[in-house]
């Protein structure tokens, strides 16, 4: 059974930079196509950003686009999601998302598998 443990969300002022990451467990970033989502209050989960099972980045929500980056880890298997140049739009909680994949430049839109429980980023205007 593979686990996603996110970690690095918090308080933040606009402008700022924080560095997300997910811990896969229980089977290899490498085997799966990964994404980061985020939802807030009153709002449709959104999807940020996906790389496919070996590390290129597929998909990145224009909102985010030239702000925020996603990487992959395979030594650590972990994958990171770099946030720069924050707005107190980006406020919501992020979570990460895996789906077994034997596909090369593939990622889901939304039907992943496994989930994380969240971390909360905050940015303050």
């Known amino acids: 059974q593979v686990q996603l443990v996110e970690s690095g969300g918090g308080l933040v002022q606009a402008g700022g930079s924080l560095r997300l990451s997910c811990v896969v467990s229980g089977g290899t970033f490498s085997e799966h196509a990964m994404g980061w989502f985020r939802q807030s209050p009153g709002k449709e989960r959104e999807r940020v950003a996906a790389?496919?099972?070996?590390?290129?980045?597929?998909f990145t929500a224009d909102s985010v686009k030239g702000r925020f980056t996603i990487s992959g880890d395979n030594a650590k298997n972990t994958v990171y999601l770099e946030m720069n140049g924050l707005k107190p739009e980006d406020t919501a909680v992020y979570y990460c998302a895996a789906r077994r994949s034997t596909r090369l430049y593939y990622v889901p839109t939304s039907d992943y598998t496994y989930w994380g429980q969240g971390t909360q980023v905050t940015v303050s205007s």
């Open positions: 790389i496919d099972r070996n590390g290129v980045t597929i």
